[in-house]
């Protein structure tokens, strides 16, 4: 698509022009990056690694190991999903942990 709107842009006549116009333009650009990369040493920088990326990088991806699978409890499934919700257990679980001097609010 950007083809032919280039093609009908520049016209028939002129599209090798241009295509050797942007041909020569990367070279150069891949060429001043290339040269640009060796003078200011980031390559070797990159190879040597001094904040330790690749150990980081290869602790991330290493596979972790499967944890063994844990029966649970019947209070245990009780304290995950109560059968009243979760709010509800948590409302009546702050309320009963109150001090016995404070008056429990009731609606």
């Given at each position: 698509m950007i083809a032919l709107v280039v093609l009908l842009a520049v016209g028939p006549k002129r599209m090798p022009q241009l295509m050797k116009a942007v041909g020569k333009g990367m070279r150069d650009l891949r060429k001043a990056s290339t040269d640009l990369r060796k003078q200011s040493g980031l390559d070797d920088l990159m190879r040597e690694d001094p904040l330790g990326?690749?150990?980081?990088e290869r602790e991330i991806r290493r596979p972790v190991a499967p944890q063994r699978s844990?029966?649970?409890?019947?209070?245990?499934?009780?304290?995950?999903?109560?059968?009243?919700?979760?709010?509800?257990?948590?409302?009546?679980?702050?309320?009963?942990?109150?001090?016995?001097d404070e008056e429990p609010v009731t609606s």
């Open positions: 990326v690749r150990e980081l844990q029966k649970l409890t019947h209070e245990m499934r009780e304290s995950e999903a109560p059968a009243e919700g979760v709010d509800l257990a948590l409302a009546r679980r702050r309320l009963e942990e109150k001090a016995p």
